[in-house]
């Protein structure tokens, strides 16, 4: 008989469940929005909505079920399930014993991880990184995330916050960071950083295709669109970006020595007017043996933190 999991990722607006199968088929999916504002109770009853809708719309067997993966934003200890931090956006998150609450209202083993991580779980067991060994996961969209796979196992540190990505520190004056750090790759690099660029130089004046009706209305996904159309303007804020992620990218590179890098996330969704700058930088910074490492898109788009939540539940469970 086939096996399936109960997969949830969270996100800072939107919660999405599904039924997945050992092979990566999603089965069925719900979605609700997350409300983060309210609060942690009312985003775990969102979760439980979602999650019993779409165990509704399998229409499988109680027994098919294996276990819930589950992929949060904030340091979760993987272990216990426990939040060690705070999680963007919904107050008294840290603390939460997630995997107990779920297994109380789902009746099922649960599993938590941080969501990088589990997005990277999924491009590496079903999508772009399959079959690798060595794997850095990056995703570019609100902020910047990452996570590290090295021989063949997810790689936490030694406080369940590895990965953290956009976090490196890229230029030693940059402004101070949300985290508490100054010039870190985050604030050059993600969606909110690509559209303050891009509003600031069409406040000066500087003519292009990424304007609507007023500067403030940009977003990272207009610029992109912009760039891809050629638009001048949009294209240097997207190399500006990659040649920052690059910087950093170049030292996790002469460090880790990974197979592969992938990309993903929304603004990830710009192609190479962003990858093409970021490889670039990283041909100028690294060992020469590091830039041969591949650097490419993710494949999964935005299914990965579904199909990564239940791959750590088959993981876990030492099915997969």
Not at 193 to 218: M, N
Request: proline share 6%.
């Amino acid at each position: 008989m086939a096996r399936y999991a109960l997969a949830i990722d969270l996100g800072g607006t939107k919660v999405a469940a599904g039924v997945v199968g050992e092979d990566g088929t999603v089965l069925a999916q719900a979605t609700r929005p997350t409300e983060a504002a309210k609060g942690g109770d009312w985003v775990l009853n969102r979760v439980k909505e979602a999650a019993l809708e779409a165990l509704d719309a399998s229409r499988l067997p109680p027994d098919a079920l294996v276990g819930v993966g589950m992929g949060t934003p904030g340091v979760v200890d993987a272990t216990t399930g426990v939040m060690l931090s705070e999680a963007v956006n919904i107050p008294d998150w840290k603390g939460r014993n997630l995997k107990a609450e779920l297994e109380q209202v789902l009746h099922l083993p649960a599993f938590v991880d941080n969501d990088a991580n589990v997005a990277a779980l999924g491009e590496w067991i079903f999508g772009a990184g399959k079959g690798t060994r060595h794997l850095i996961y990056i995703t570019v969209g609100t902020g910047v995330g990452g996570a590290i796979i090295l021989n063949g196992s997810l790689w936490r540190g030694a406080n369940f916050a590895a990965g953290e990505l956009g976090h490196v520190p890229v230029n030693p004056d940059g402004p101070r960071c949300g985290c508490g750090g100054y010039g870190c790759v985050e604030l050059f690099v993600s969606g909110p950083a690509i559209a303050q660029r891009a509003r600031e130089f069409t406040a000066r004046g500087v003519q292009s295709q990424i304007a609507p009706k007023a500067p403030e209305e940009i977003t990272a996904e207009q610029v992109a669109v912009a760039a891809q159309q050629g638009d001048p303007l949009a294209r240097f804020i997207l190399a500006e970006a990659g040649r920052y992620l690059g910087v950093a990218l170049a030292g996790i590179l002469n460090l880790l020595n990974p197979e592969l890098v992938l990309i993903g996330g929304g603004v990830a969704a710009a192609g190479e007017c962003l990858l093409e700058p970021l490889r670039w930088e990283v041909r100028r910074r690294a060992l020469p043996t590091a830039t041969t490492t591949p650097i490419l898109p993710a494949a999964l788009g935005s299914n990965a933190g579904l199909l990564g939540a239940a791959a750590l539940a088959f993981r876990s469970l030492e099915i997969l």
